[in-house]
């Protein structure tokens, strides 16, 4: 394959002189010759390395358990295991990568340790949650406590509760600087949202003292969103609950000021 690309690449130099390029017809077909060349070249390389080619047939395809690739498929495996950053390990790292003059790698390891730290803020903050809510009981099959990066960002902790029927709430802390901004915002204007003349489907409320949004919607029920310092959310989802007071009596199950502390927020 290499004595023929090359040929190919040799051919164009060849007529790289201003005598080609004035025969700019002539060095258009000399280039997709070689173009030509070198595709027919890649095409029988793969075709010896694979026995896959143009025109060739491959019964891989039919091979039981394999793709039509000729691979085989993945019918199982335990996944991977949930590792959080070793903080006292990542310590140790920043500081040896600090003494040797490595500073992005000491900077990396800080960063780690952050977010070990962070996440075990995050699995303290979800322990602290009721283990039921109105009478609802916790669903630890879908508890989540996870941050795309230190800083508390990407941040969600979550917990659900449920009855096993259609009854469900959602208990949920999160960093979301846009949603923040659009609740804040609202509650500064002080206003409301109505669809209808009939009904209001978003409004200011209070949780604990809190300020925060209360919104319904025909399809996905209740929504309550409680503004927690200057970067963190705390939302409330509830499905087939009754009505307001009780979706409201759910929400005040939940320690709020706890919540804050833990996350260092004012």
Known sequence: MKKIFTGAVLLLLCFGSGEAVAQGGMLNKLKQKANN???KALDKTIEDKTGIGNGSTNNSSATAGNTSSGRARN??????ISTPPDVN???GDADKAFKAGTYGEARYAVQQAMLGVELQIGQKI????????SGLNKDESVEQVASSGWGWAGLTIMRQYTDNSEKELRVMVANNSVMLSAVNMYLANGGYTQTSGEQQNWKQTRVKGHRAVIEYDDASGYKLTVPMGQSSLLVYEGVNFKNEQEM???ANAVDIDGIKKMLGEK
Do not use: R, V
């Open 37 to 39: 060349i070198a595709e």
């Open 89 to 91: 390990a990542f310590l």
């Open 75 to 80: 019918k199982g495996g335990e996944g991977l």
């Open 248 to 250: 409201m009596t759910a």
């Open 126 to 133: 979800l322990k602290s949650l009721p283990e039921s809510i």
